[in-house]
């Protein structure tokens, strides 16, 4: 079981739950990023030429995670859209993109209206969060991939979902005052036959670009065939002064003012 020890009066507890999913504490209010909490993948491809054999166990059942008040998919991968994990943590709300109310819901089982979706330029809030819908590039600009900025409090999380850089990105996430990014830096491989992402240096790049105070990088250390080493990201990061953390599977991690920070 991951420590869920809650962070001080005005700060951010975060902990990563693998690939791009990241629980959120915040004044009592519990905010899930994209959760993947199942083997669901690795016994889908078992048999297939692109098995999803996994690098790391789960963090925490997802069952143990009832408590949370929402969650998020931005696009409609499995491993940012996982039933196991939904219909075992149920969550109070989830946030989607509008564009994939359909198929969310033919996944989940769910009310049609139960989602909570956003097109690009879209807000929504839920508790304390204030949803913002952003594009993302996973190859291609649809409707039905998002990124989020999240406000809360005094504080501004950006969540990229997966996608590559596009025209126009960082003149749109800059005017959020963005404090921390939550950015993957798997890269795109054509070998690998999956959707391209931000790469090592792409992510640093674009973190410094936007002006986040913090960049933390995810979607990697999950299947073996489709990883990334963050040691590349943090020589990338540190060599054109993006501020950064590499988080470790379940960790804990208190965001609490632009600059200070502690695990």
Known sequence: ??????????EVAIWWLGQSGFLILYEGSWLCFDPYLSDSLTR???????????IR????????????DVATSTHNHTDHLDTETLLSMKPKGLVIPEANRAF???????DPQWPKGLAVGGS?????????????????LTPEYLGYVVKFGNFTFYHSGDTLLYDGMVETLKPFDID??????NGRATERRVA??????????LGREIGARMVIPCHYDMFTFNTANPADFVREAAAIGCPHHVMQHGERFVWREPGVHSA
Not at 1 to 10: C, E, H, N, Q
Not at 44 to 54: E, L, V
Not at 57 to 68: A, I, Y
Request: proline share 10%; charged share 15%; hydrophobic share 45%.
């Open 1 to 10: 079981m991951i420590d869920l020890t809650p962070a001080a009066t005005g």
């Open 196 to 205: 391209g992402n931000l790469n090592a240096h792409e992510a640093a790049w």
């Open 57 to 68: 166990p789960l963090v925490v059942e997802p069952s143990l995670l009832s408590f949370v």
């Open 44 to 54: 889908k491809y078992a048999a297939t030429d692109k098995p999803h054999i996994r």
């Open 180 to 185: 921390v990014a939550f950015l993957p830096i």
């Open 124 to 140: 929504c809030t839920v508790g304390p969060f204030e949803f913002h819908a952003v594009p993302a590039k996973h190859e291609e």
């Open 104 to 110: 969310v819901t033919q996944r989940l089982g769910c």
